[in-house]
């Protein structure tokens, strides 16, 4: 048998006792939002098989491409902040940006 059908079942994110904090995913959502930042910012799509080498090869693809997927809907509401940025700053400037326009 071929060892990817030997990849566990992982619940899903929305899981209620995921939501609880009982279950922990093996990867966390910020390495995963980091890692697509970054190939992104280096001008490659964050598509799974990059982002998944970037992280160490950890988690199972189920939630890695879940998280991923996740970070592309933020990237097009426009959700992504700079870190270290003030939120005071950012929150001023949204405000000037949604005035002028």
């Known amino acids: 048998?071929?060892?990817?059908?030997?990849?566990?079942?992982?619940?899903?994110?929305?899981?209620?006792f995921a939501a609880l904090g009982?279950?922990?995913?093996?990867?966390?959502?910020?390495?995963?939002?980091?890692?697509?930042?970054?190939?992104?910012a280096d001008?490659?799509?964050p598509g799974f098989?990059?982002?998944?080498e970037r992280i160490g090869c950890k988690g199972s693809a189920r939630v890695v491409q879940t998280l991923i997927a996740e970070w592309r809907r933020k990237a097009a509401?426009?959700?992504h902040r700079c870190e270290g940025v003030p939120q005071e700053p950012v929150a001023a400037a949204d405000r000037m940006a949604a005035e002028l326009f």
């Open 77 to 79: 509401a426009g959700e």
């Open 1 to 16: 048998m071929p060892s990817h059908s030997r990849v566990a079942r992982c619940p899903t994110l929305s899981s209620p």
């Open 22 to 40: 009982l279950i922990k995913p093996s990867v966390a959502r910020e390495l995963v939002a980091q890692a697509c930042a970054a190939i992104f």
């Open 49 to 52: 098989p990059r982002v998944y």
């Open 43 to 45: 001008r490659h799509n």
